[in-house]
């Protein structure tokens, strides 16, 4: 009895993960970086996205919030992957931040929208609405996630900046 960690859910993650990394990937193959890039990518997208998935399954987490938090998370791992490979932190963060079905759900009701009649119509905007205003807030929710760990800790960030500049006058 009790809720806890089996073969079957460790399975379940470890394949939500693995084609996360498959989509990063070849996401990341639009910028062509070296085949190291390319992988670290895809590994930090399986990690936020186990971690995502995580949230949503063992917390009342919503999609939104946890996908900030999984972005936190690629955003500070980012940070030394940068420093190891001297590659920028984008090139391991962007490929791994990818919106998800409900971009495509919205998408794809739109252009249903266009030939559509009657009570169908109805439908569809509901669907383009929904899908749309989670797509927005999952989206905002991982460009915050992971550009605040690049802006508040990076090096070249304006923060750690001004800090150094303190600590030399003090």
Known sequence: AGGGFTVSSLL???GDGFFAAVAAV???AISRPTLRI?????LLAALGHICRTLLLHATVMGISSASLCAAACIGLISI???NRWHTPAEMFVFPALLPGMFAYKAILAILQFLGASGVQRQDLLVSIVFNGLTAFFIMSGLAIGALLPLLLLH???PLPRAWRRLLRRG
Do not use: E, N, Q
């Open 38 to 42: 390319a992988l670290v990518a895809g």
């Open 26 to 28: 070849g996401f990341a």
């Open 80 to 82: 030394p992957c940068a």
């Open 155 to 157: 090096r070249d960030a």
């Open 12 to 14: 379940y993650y470890l």
